[in-house]
Nanobody
């Protein structure tokens, strides 16, 4: 089992920045990637971006490319999502997740472990 505990989130003005954290523990040796998803009210959960477990490669959804950045502190087994130039449409519950799938997993079904979710609200 892998446990994921998220922190960060809250209310931010459009154009501002926010950072989310996700600490992993447990049987993390079997994981290949950690990622971020988000779910806005009335919408399906969507992929935001992810990092390989070693943190050597990151990849993003087009909607956040150039604005959001993912990094991983391997010593702390913690994944970060740095959100810059946020927009009202970034408002959602953000989830971190861990995957044992090979390659660059980017769908909800690729991820077997999930954090508790954290609300991000961007005011206009």
């Amino acid at each position: 089992q892998v446990q994921l505990v998220q922190s960060g989130g809250g209310l931010v003005e459009a154009g501002g920045s926010l950072r989310l954290s996700c600490a992993a523990s447990g049987r993390t040796f079997s994981m290949n990637a950690m990622g971020w998803f988000r779910q806005a009210p009335g919408k399906e959960r969507e992929f935001v971006g992810a990092s390989t477990w070693a943190g050597l490669s990151t990849y993003y959804a087009d909607s956040v490319k150039g604005r959001f950045s993912i990094s991983k502190d391997n010593a702390k087994n913690t994944l970060y999502l740095q959100m810059n130039s946020v927009k009202p449409e970034d408002t959602a519950v953000y989830y971190c997740a861990a995957s044992s799938a090979a390659g660059r997993p980017n769908t909800e079904g690729d991820y077997g472990y999930w954090g508790q979710g954290t609300q991000v609200t961007v005011s206009s």
